[in-house]
């Protein structure tokens, strides 16, 4: 029998005791469990009741098991198991006491520059470590970070990551898009896969964040955020922080160009930049984030999948208020 809505706490669950629900990422409910054989707590991913039975949500829990299991770095979660039971999949990974980076930029944030970059170069180590294992995360945001007590960033959720190795069946069958609104690179947007210039675009939103307080492109809803990455133009920060750096602001500048030839190439470059600042290109400044996209934004897969979906939704809405006018 499959799992038919959220779990709850004393709830067992194959060999594992719900402790408690702490967040819903993706297509899955998380919980923290107790592995009754092992005897420790641990972090249990099940899919939630409407993509039960989807084969590519146990091919997603068994590629992020197989990523988490090849990286080995101080700010990767580790993986720990995957299963199913009852014909539900389900993905074990350890647990980590901290919060999230989301928490900790709404409490700090904006943060000095000198521990923004103490920060952010802790979780581009990470990255790092993901990128020479040609892994791409393609899903970083403030959620899938945590912050240990001791101040170390713990990279989590490699659900939406592309492998050497990967084809396209997670990409397309989960979500019409690879990541979330505020920390998508434009070439996501359109529908392309992505590269270690997509995590590097994502990083640079966040570092932003962290210095600012706030991420660069706002709007109403989603296709509006997307259509800022496309065509809005990313502030100057030196000119919305005071005291703050050119030479900041311009490896911000170069995380967030439009193009993805046109940032860093990798993040040995994102690093040695942090690490030597009288190095930085700072003309990068005068330019703009990247020019305009030539194909219009709202052909994007992204936007079309969308916009389609709203038009369904408006005519459904349409259809039940006409047939409650005739029945009266």
Known sequence: MAISSRLQIGDQFDHFQIRNHIARGGMSDIYTAYDLLAGKEVVLKVPDRMSIGDPAQYERFQRELEVMKTLNHPAIQKGLASGTYNNTPYLVTELIKGESLRDFIARSAPMNAEDAIALIMKIADGLLHCH???????????????????????????????????????????????????????????????????????????????????????????????????KGSVPRLDKEIHGLSRQVAAIVSKCLQREPELRYSSLKEFINDLENPDQVDILILDKPTGLSKTASWWRSPVVVSVGTALIILITIIIIALLLQHFHK
Do not use: C, W
Request: glycine fraction near 10%.
């Open 132 to 230: 020479e294992n040609q892994i791409i995360h393609r899903d970083l945001k403030p959620e899938n970070i945590l912050i240990t007590p001791e101040g170390q960033p713990i990279i989590l959720d490699f659900g939406l990551a592309l492998t050497k190795n990967s084809h396209r069946v997670t990409y397309a069958n989960l979500s019409g898009a690879a990541g979330t609104p505020d920390y998508m690179a434009p070439e996501q947007i359109e529908g392309h896969r992505g590269d270690n210039r997509t995590d590097i675009y994502a990083l640079g939103i966040m570092f932003y964040e962290m210095l600012k307080g706030e991420v660069p492109f706002h709007g109403d809803n989603n296709l509006a955020i997307m259509a800022q990455h496309l």
